[in-house]
């Protein structure tokens, strides 16, 4: 291996190496959410029309019975297996309910093929109800999409720019149903944080205390329950209080690994055990070539292919790293790019040392 190759994708989060470990402010709000508080997703399937041939083909069958159901509803009734038309298509419509969405809400939407079209351009989507997981209507969207990309031509001779089968309708969905969460009846309130640690919890739940008439009790590292005293009832202050509230974060030690991609994301606070790290590496090639076989004149043989394979291994030296207890994520990547580890080489390297016990953090694979 040679030693101009750079671990390119190797992305450090180390700001300061040295540091034992991470303390940082964050306000409650930004590392937590409150129970109950959240978005919900909608769903729904529909009818894009109005395209200029691009729609679904004859052969996708589920545009055209939609198709004639949408007629049916409007007093046409038609025969499916006669119907061809190529400027529809059959669409999922997928949005976000915000939280406390009330009747008149209006969404962005998001609009994407179901079928076989070549491009939602210039389609207009048809009324279509949007359903949550409990099987209830609590929205409707209709409108033109806006797309972030096209595709012209067919044949050999075409052009696609982005992803012309998914197209979006900013406004375009409207609530319908009243999702809001009344507030005054949640007598006990649950601070949620994105990440367990129990340390933060107490932290948390500590600042909480220092509030008049409120008491916020650990329940395990993601749950805080805050119980409010008598005749606290303005609940949207007392959370604009709590949400407000600064308390100190302790970060874990984590290192995550993308093996599709060869990126490795490392943070300041991994540290390493003594470790001895013997690196090499193996290449075989093997290579085939196609040989015409041909017989002598007035000979019984017959012409043939006959392939040759050839076989070349070439092993290279082992190079060797050494860290102290304690090495720092400094000190492994520069020790690695000494003896030109690439960064798929870093992983299986990584997952190695964490099989021996010498990383002191969280390993996870995505």
Not at 283 to 299: C, D, M, N
Request: net charge negative.
């Amino acid at each position: 291996m040679r030693r101009a190759i750079a671990i390119s994708t190797l992305v450090l989060a180390a700001i300061s190496a040295g540091a034992e470990e991470t303390v940082h402010s964050a306000l409650i709000r930004d590392i937590a959410t409150v129970e109950g508080v959240r978005e919900n997703p909608v769903v729904g399937y529909g009818l894009v029309v109005g395209l200029k041939g691009t729609g679904d083909r004859q052969q996708t069958i589920f545009t055209v019975q939609t198709l004639a159901n949408v007629l049916q509803r409007l007093g046409v009734q038609i025969p499916p297996a006669t119907v061809v038309v190529k400027n529809i298509a059959a669409v999922f419509v997928t949005a976000t309910l915000p939280p406390f969405a009330t009747p008149g809400t209006r969404l962005d939407v998001t609009v994407s093929s179901a079928g076989d079209a070549r491009s939602l351009e210039g389609g207009m989507l048809l009324l279509t109800p949007l359903y949550a997981a409990d099987g209830q209507v609590y929205a409707a969207a209709q409108g033109p999409l806006v797309l972030g990309g096209y595709s012209a031509g067919t044949g050999g001779n075409s052009k696609e720019l982005n992803h012309p089968t998914v197209g979006r309708i900013p406004g375009g969905g409207l609530v319908e149903r009243d999702s809001s969460v009344d507030l005054e009846k949640m007598n006990m309130l649950t601070i949620l944080l994105s990440e367990p640690n129990f340390s933060t919890a107490e932290q948390v739940a500590g600042a909480i205390n220092q509030l008049h008439n409120v008491r916020a009790t650990v329940k395990d590292s993601r749950r805080i329950e805050v119980e409010r005293g008598p005749g606290e009832h303005d609940v949207p202050a007392l959370l604009a209080q709590i949400e407000n509230l600064q308390v100190e974060v302790r970060r874990r030690a984590k290192v995550v690994i993308n093996e599709r991609t060869g990126t490795i994301v490392m943070g300041r606070d991994v540290r390493l055990g003594a470790v001895s790290i013997l690196h090499g590496g193996i290449a075989i090639e093997v290579t085939t070539k196609l040989a015409v076989s041909q017989p002598a004149p007035l000979g019984q043989g017959e012409t043939k292919v006959v392939p040759e394979t050839t076989v070349n291994a070439q092993e290279a030296a082992s190079r060797r790293i050494e860290l102290n207890e304690g090495a720092s994520v400094d000190q492994l990547v520069n020790g690695l790019q000494k003896i030109g580890a690439t960064s798929r080489d870093v992983i299986a390297i990584l997952q190695a040392i964490k099989a021996a016990g010498a990383l002191d953090a969280d390993l996870e694979v995505i």
